[in-house]
């Protein structure tokens, strides 16, 4: 299965408002080292978008609440318990991963950790929003510039 391509409807979150656009889905698992490194960068999205970010958590509420407070996360998230329906309808091969919404359409995806493509994604955001573009993730922060999930 492939994950949901751009142009696609988006199938629906529980408890996330995706006509509300746009919206961020952060795909994530709490015991995933790489979802650990994102946590702090995906907030950054929150900061500078306000209102955009929701976390899709692949784990039980009080595993997600725990996550947050150690990694700082202060966007919703939301449990998607197993078999895992919504990262199913998304096609989420790896976590973590990034999909834009836009008015109840996929407008872009970002796998795994990969540093142009978030910058990307933040650039369509901000073109959406009118807020000004912030490089969320750049050469010298610490973090690679790609790292499969």
């Known amino acids: 299965m492939d994950v949901i391509a751009p142009g696609a409807g988006a199938p629906p979150v529980p408890g996330v408002d995706l006509e ?8 994530f698992k709490v015991t995933c080292p790489l979802c650990q490194m994102a946590a702090p ?4 999205f929150e900061a500078a978008y306000p209102g955009t970010v929701a976390g899709v958590g692949q ?3 009080p595993r997600l609440e725990s996550f947050a407070r150690d990694y700082g996360v202060t ?3 939301v449990t998607d318990d ?3 329906p919504v990262s199913d309808a ?3 091969r790896t976590v973590p991963t990034l999909v834009l919404v836009d008015a109840g359409t996929v407008a872009d995806v970002a796998e795994s950790w990969d540093r142009d493509a ?4 933040s650039e369509r955001v901000a073109a959406l ?8 993730s750049v050469e010298g922060d610490g973090l690679p510039s790609f790292r499969p999930g």
């Open 129 to 136: 929003t009118g807020h000004p573009r912030r490089m969320i």
């Open 75 to 77: 966007f919703p998230t």
């Open 82 to 84: 197993p078999p895992y």
């Open 41 to 44: 960068t995906t907030e950054r």
């Open 20 to 27: 509300d656009s746009p919206r961020l889905l952060w795909f």
């Open 59 to 61: 784990d039980p509420a």
């Open 118 to 121: 978030i910058n990307r994604v």
């Open 90 to 92: 998304y096609g989420i």
